[in-house]
């Protein structure tokens, strides 16, 4: 048995998609689709499975599902039921003993805007349609998708699932210590499911220990689903490669082309993982005596190997970060990467690099690109540029964009558009109407998913057009305070706070605290804290073609040691920053357009090797000189609240001395010698 993923296009945003993946192309081609069922037919397989992203997004569905069936597969679709008509009507065109959809819903269903789309699609299936829920956390009203059931004729079959971690990613996940909380939830959900006739079915990660006894009894069957449930099933991506699975993609990924059968892949994945099969998702499951009787085999592999890395308790560390692969096919420029530090050697394969990032865009071919996302497996969230097209000035100069066009249409990785208009050219109303016009044809046409912007009028503008978009607080928003972050909540999904919070983990943490979303931190600015000159300089880059001079050279020139100020910490002090940031973002449209440097760069903070502070790509206002960076100098900078009118150490750093005691204390003094 095989997945075929067809495409990695999604119309939702679900906080637990496990299917969170770059593959080398977002469609599968046609030719790669038949090859695909070859190989299957070859496996004798029965079923073409279909899955996404959502699966019937992909241009050819309609063509693919109906050779499929016309080839004697019985057609399976794993849907969200946001499906375009002419994929409806080619499922529903089927006969119903050829066809199955499996629609995974939102829960509450009831509460999802999407639910007269989803009642299209539950219609006009009926009987082709069974609905499935994923279990993301306690006291979900699963009640709700019987109602589905009963009102459109559907399949009387639920499918359960458990939302688990994925490796290498922060998706949202079910946490091991509310499983039992859970399996009373489905306990009551059965009662009433056999009241109505509708069955349960259990897919992969339960466990038996999470369930109260009465649960056999109520559901058929059971003993034979929960806790046997873990693949490999392997899902065939549309650069046909092969992964054991979605919660696994960021660990390990394999061409499908040395295979002859499925049977192969299972057989390699298997071997894989042999060894991790001994772990469980608990500290218990070693003696535990389900395992003991071959009843249980200690559920998620993911969570299992998370659980082994002592995250069980946290869900703010709620992935491990992948083993980069030591032989890896690299971008189209190779580098190679700063020779890290006896510290930061292993930073790879500790949790705390399992952030991902925010990268920004500079003018490459899309093999870049391609290459990019192969290099960092399930470590990119999103790509971002200043908005396409020239016609809306956003708060950044012209860049070059002979490539963005490919970029936008491949599709490989996520895109964010930056939208910081310093001053409009229109009457509020009128320009915040051309942003979010622009905005929402990009979306159309690219699919681009997330924009990031420094108006709180224009954003809730934005949400109420464009609701399923992600929305970034720019940092030029200048949020350094908690009542600021508040009322960002609800309509921010991320936050950047303001540069010089960088400096103050003390009030960097109560912004985390009063922010409901993620806090993204921009880690190699050279923007000094409170410049006085920001604003013009904002100004003059919005409205001038070429990036302005640096305005703040004359002060910098005069004072050089304001640059030690700046909102930038290095990536062998990440550490400091671990315990409060959700994401991570680099600067660099313009110092890291070359792409040997841009890869330095981005493999030093990914991987957490050393690099000096000239090296950072951090702009006219960072450090442009060599000059060593203890950790104790870059642990006394995160906490000195730029209190720099009663404390010489920068000055002291830059000149070349060490502080006196009247200056520093002992620690600070001994960070500045070492």
């Known amino acids: 048995m095989a997945n075929i993923s067809l495409t990695t296009a999604c119309n939702r945003s679900c906080a637990y998609c496990f299917a969170r993946i770059s593959p080398a192309r977002r469609d599968m081609r046609a030719a790669d689709f038949r090859r695909v069922l070859d190989l299957l037919r070859r496996s004798g397989t029965a079923e073409a499975r279909f899955v996404g992203g959502e699966p019937t997004l992909h241009p050819e569905f309609p063509s693919f599902a109906a050779e499929a069936a016309g080839q004697g597969f019985f057609v399976r679709v794993f849907s969200n039921g946001l499906m375009p008509e002419a994929a409806l009507a080619v499922l529903a065109s089927l006969p119903a003993d050829r066809c199955g959809v499996l629609v995974n819903v939102p829960c509450p269903a009831q509460a999802d805007a999407t639910a007269p789309w989803l009642a299209r699609t539950l219609q006009a299936l009926g009987p082709r349609a069974g609905v499935g829920v994923n279990i993301y956390r306690p006291a979900l009203p699963l009640g709700a998708v019987l109602e589905l059931v009963d009102r459109h004729g559907l399949s009387r079959h639920v499918r359960l699932g458990l939302a688990q971690p994925c490796l290498g990613s922060d998706n949202a996940f079910l946490a091991p210590r509310h499983y039992a909380a859970v399996g009373r939830d489905i306990v009551e959900l059965a009662r009433l499911a056999r009241t109505r006739g509708v069955r349960l079915s259990f897919d992969c990660g339960f466990v038996p220990c999470m369930f109260p006894p009465e649960l056999w009894d109520l559901v058929e069957g059971a003993e034979k689903e929960v806790g046997m449930q873990c693949g490999p099933i392997p899902d065939i991506l549309p650069d046909l490669s092969a992964i054991h699975c979605y919660a696994l993609a960021g660990w390990e990924q394999r061409p499908i082309s040395g295979a002859d059968t499925i049977g192969e892949i299972t057989a390699a994945y298997r071997d894989r993982f042999a060894s991790a099969r001994s772990m469980g998702v608990f500290r218990a499951c070693g003696a535990c005596p389900w395992r003991k009787q071959d009843r249980c085999n200690g559920g998620c592999l993911a969570a299992a190997l998370r659980h082994c890395r002592g995250l069980e308790e946290d869900p703010a560390l709620a992935t491990a970060p992948p083993r980069r692969p030591a032989a890896q096919a690299g971008p189209a420029v190779r580098v190679k990467a700063a020779a890290p530090t006896d510290s930061s050697a292993d930073r790879h394969d500790d949790p705390s690099s399992a952030r991902q990032w925010v990268l920004p865009y500079i003018d490459q071919p899309a093999e870049f690109w391609m290459q990019l996302a192969q290099r960092y497996p399930g470590r990119i969230a999103e790509v971002y540029l200043p908005m396409p097209g020239g016609r809306v000035p956003t708060g950044r100069p012209e860049q070059p964009h002979r490539h963005v066009e490919a970029f936008l249409r491949q599709g490989v990785l996520r895109v964010s558009v930056l939208i910081n208009p310093i001053v409009l050219p229109a009457p509020a109303d009128q320009g915040y109407g051309r942003l979010v016009d622009r905005l929402s044809e990009l979306a159309d046409t690219y699919g681009v998913a997330s924009a990031t912007v420094s108006d709180l009028r224009l954003a809730e503008r934005i949400r109420a057009r464009l609701p399923r978009l992600q929305l970034t607080a720019s940092t030029l928003m200048n949020v350094r305070e908690p009542q600021q972050a508040l009322l960002l909540n609800g309509v921010f999904d991320a936050l950047v706070p303001g540069p010089g919070l ?132 870059a642990r006394h900078l995160s906490n000195c609240g730029l209190q720099c009118h009663d404390c010489s150490i920068c000055r002291r750093a830059i000149a070349g001395a060490s502080p006196s005691r009247a200056d520093a204390s002992p620690a600070a003094t001994e960070s500045v010698r070492g």
């Open 502 to 633: 960088i400096r103050n983990l003390g009030q960097l943490r109560q912004i985390r605290q009063a922010f409901s979303g993620r806090l993204r931190l921009l880690v190699n600015e050279g923007c000094l804290p409170g410049c006085l000159l920001r604003c013009q300089h904002f100004f003059e880059m919005a409205y001038h073609r070429q990036a302005p001079d640096s305005l703040c050279a004359p002060l910098l020139s005069r004072d050089p040691w304001l640059r030690l100020t700046g909102a930038w910490v290095l990536p062998q002090h990440l550490d400091l920053l671990d315990p409060l940031a959700d994401e991570y973002k680099l600067a660099g449209r313009v110092t890291l357009r070359d792409p040997t440097v841009y890869l330095r760069v981005c493999d030093a903070y990914l991987y957490r090797t050393a690099l000096w502070p000239d090296e950072i790509g951090g702009g006219p206002a960072s450090v442009l000189e060599r000059l060593p960076l203890s950790q104790g100098l």
